[in-house]
């Protein structure tokens, strides 16, 4: 019996691809061509964390991903220098999309599956080891990101 958090055909191809559960994955930057193939998959939303100059960033990407019946959101964080403010922002939008089908994705899924970490841990209550095993999946976030995990990890405790 296939696993329910195996992506669907078509999904693996975009970059990092990982289905967290059968309502949230994460992933870098999706082509033109595999923004539409998530609508056909039934996401519903779209948060992308990339800044504006990410590479294979799409200039276009609100209005495309629109033009599939999806919402989308951007909240750019700077990927050396990631704020409180960003980690509010998202939350926020999170927030509003619970119970939604939902993609959070940034150019290599870095920034993605940190805030996603900490989402899953601090705002859905899941277990910290399970959550810390799917993000170090796709990289062990060092300098300023280890720092912002910790420091938001310790409002926590």
């Known amino acids: 019996m296939a696993n329910s958090h195996e992506p ?6 975009i970059r990092a691809f990982i289905a967290i559960d059968d309502l949230l994955a994460t992933s870098g930057q999706p082509t033109r ?29 609100p209005e495309l ?18 704020t409180d403010a960003d980690v509010e922002a998202f939350f926020a939008v999170m927030e509003r999309w619970r119970g939604r089908r939902v993609l959070v994705h940034c150019a290599l899924n870095m920034r993605a599956s940190a805030f996603v970490f900490l989402w899953r841990v601090l705002r859905c209550g899941e277990d910290r080891g399970l959550a810390q095993r799917r993000l170090n999946a796709v990289w ?18």
């Open 8 to 13: 669907k055909p078509g999904l693996a191809g």
């Open 33 to 61: 061509e595999q923004v539409r193939m998530l609508r056909a998959a039934g996401f519903e939303s779209v948060l992308n964390l990339a800044v504006a100059t990410s590479e294979g960033a799409l200039p276009d990407e």
């Open 65 to 82: 991903v629109r033009s599939h019946g999806m919402e989308h959101v951007h909240v750019p964080v700077d990927f050396e220098r990631p």
């Open 140 to 157: 062990q976030p060092d300098g300023a990101w280890a720092a912002l995990l910790e420091r938001w990890l310790a409002t926590a405790s």
